[in-house]
């Protein structure tokens, strides 16, 4: 499990965490929603400890951070948003230089490289320079790298950003099955979608702090599971229903067209802040 | 510990293996160079100190030669694995200490200068020079090696551009390589500027491969110079490790 406490993050005079609390349960996927700058790559950040908070707590099953540093780290696997495999290894040194990293004795090495290179199909790769994977297999090398020494809680940040649809629905494939596995799944994302297909609860951030926190069903159910959208002026306008009669209803009372459907977490962000999420 | 270190040391082998025949190769070129224009060409008609110009030069080659190699060795690789490939990130995150990261890429760096330096003792004897090589002279161009590895990460880890690398081995390691009394006798220089030179663990590093080299010891302020420069900058790497998180 996962809690953090009154976290804050301020850089200079600008306070990029304010004041978080949360908690993640074990085997949970949970994601932080966001649009850029709201924080959340942060937040990864100081939960796996690359930068120091400026104030609160995170503790992290049943270990302090920092006083317990060298245990979370056994616990954690992280996936950052960015490529960071070293480009002057192959995939298998890669794998190899992680493993010697988290103190795994060769033989264990050898097996858990075959095993994971094999979970994440990159098996016929093994001596390929990284350069000369695709983004998707970089990708997924990431992750075979992050769960190389078993860790239990998985860190994801912006795992599928800059990848195509195909490739992401393949990661997104491979995440469920992390889930299935009772692995525990932080992830941060700014795509709805994502957040709506892979994560039983969502924590919806806005300029470092927290907004909103559900599952995705319960937060929309709370702004409206249906909407009203027209065109009015320059704007697009949006009303929101707890039942698509009610909605019926409102749009018939337009003079302008009108569409009726489903909300999604983009709704319940814009009717909080706004703001898009991608704006 | 010890494992911590050989497996940052582990990685730098694995990539160094792969590019042995272009290092060596390119690390040819500059002794090569020194040797001819300041050994055969200007050297041929100059005596110093009662021997020949290649002789005295070939020390205080070798010194600026392991410097520069140990410090582009950790700081240039280390600055863009901070900055551009963020594989720093990789060793932050593992349950490593910063101390055997330091040592690790120190040890690394300690060993591309010390191959540079083997290719440089066998390129002088072929070239004529006549000077003696043992342990002594060996552990001198080690703490040289390890002082400039320190260098290299610290400005690595201080530096936030590549490009700001290159204008800190402009206006740090080029004026030392010629100032250090690598070419030419100090003595005559004016005190204030011979007594800031005289600070300088590539002068001590020369003084030290001068007086071995013709038979001699190394000097006890020349072993401390460089041994306090090794240690200081250990530490310093260390706290830039611990600083690199706040």
């Not at chain 1, 957040?195 to 924590?203: D, H, N, S, T």
């Not at chain 2, 500059?30 to 030069?57: C, H, K, M």
């Not at chain 2, 200068?113 to 290719?119: E, K, P, R, T």
Request: proline share 3%.
């Amino acid at each position: 499990m996962i809690q953090i406490k009154g976290l804050v993050k301020k850089f200079g005079d600008r306070v990029a965490v304010n004041q978080l609390d949360l908690e993640i349960g074990s085997g949970e996927v949970f994601g932080l929603l966001g649009p850029n700058g709201a924080g959340k790559t942060t937040i990864i950040r100081m939960l796996t400890m690359l930068t120091r908070p400026t104030a609160g707590e995170i503790h992290i099953n049943n270990c302090t951070l920092p006083a317990d540093e060298e245990q979370v780290k056994a616990m954690l696997g992280i996936v950052p948003q960015h490529f960071n495999l070293d480009p002057d290894l192959s995939v298998g040194e890669n794998l190899e230089l992680h493993g010697r990293l988290h103190h795994m004795a060769a033989e264990d090495r050898k097996l858990r490289m075959a095993e994971l290179l094999e979970y994440v199909e990159l098996q016929e790769r093994v001596h390929d320079k990284v350069q000369s994977l695709s983004g998707g297999m970089k990708r997924r090398l990431m992750i075979a790298r992050a769960l190389f020494h078993r860790p239990r809680i998985l860190f994801l940040d912006e795992p599928t950003v800059g990848l195509d649809p195909q490739v992401r629905r393949k990661l997104w494939d491979l995440i469920r099955r992390l889930h299935s596995e009772k692995f525990t799944v932080l992830l941060t994302t700014h795509y709805i979608e994502e957040a709506e297909a892979l994560c039983g609860r969502v924590a919806i951030l806005e300029k470092g702090k927290l907004i909103a926190l559900g599952s995705p069903e319960e937060l929309r159910r709370r702004t409206g599971e249906y909407v009203v959208e027209w065109t009015e002026g320059d704007g697009r306008e949006t009303r929101f229903f707890h039942d698509r009669s009610e909605a019926a209803n409102f749009a018939g009372t337009l003079t302008l067209t009108a569409t009726i459907r489903r909300s999604n977490l983009e709704d319940v962000f814009v009717e909080m802040t706004g703001r898009k999420v991608i704006d | 510990m010890f494992q911590d270190i050989s497996t940052v040391f582990w990685r730098d082998w694995v990539v160094l293996k792969q590019r042995m025949k272009t290092f060596i190769f390119s690390r040819m070129v500059t002794p090569v160079l020194y040797l001819v224009a300041f050994g055969w060409g200007l050297g041929r008609n100059v005596q110093v100190e009662g021997g020949s110009y290649l002789d005295f030069i070939v020390p205080g080659i070798l010194a600026l030669n392991s410097m520069n190699i140990s410090f582009n060795s950790v700081g240039s690789p280390l600055n863009m694995s901070r900055l551009y490939h963020k594989t720093l990130e990789e060793y932050l995150v593992a349950p490593i200490s910063p101390v055997a990261f330091v040592l690790g890429k120190i040890l690394s760096g300690t060993m591309r200068g010390l191959i540079s330096s083997a290719i440089i003792i066998v390129l002088s004897y072929l070239f004529g020079a006549r000077f003696h090589v043992n342990i002594q002279f060996a552990l001198i161009v080690t703490l040289n090696c390890m002082a400039f590895s320190g260098l290299g990460f610290v400005a690595a880890m201080l530096i936030n551009s590549h490009e700001d690398m290159g204008n800190f081995s402009t206006y740090v390691l080029l004026p030392m390589s010629f100032l250090c009394a690598t070419f030419f006798n100090i003595s005559k220089l004016p005190t204030v500027v011979r007594t800031i030179i005289e600070l300088l663990p590539l002068t001590h590093c020369t003084y030290a491969l001068r007086a071995i080299g013709a038979g001699g010891n190394a000097p006890l302020a020349s072993w401390i110079n460089l041994i306090v420069y090794v240690l200081v900058l250990v530490g310093v790497s260390v706290w830039t490790m611990e600083r690199v998180r706040k």
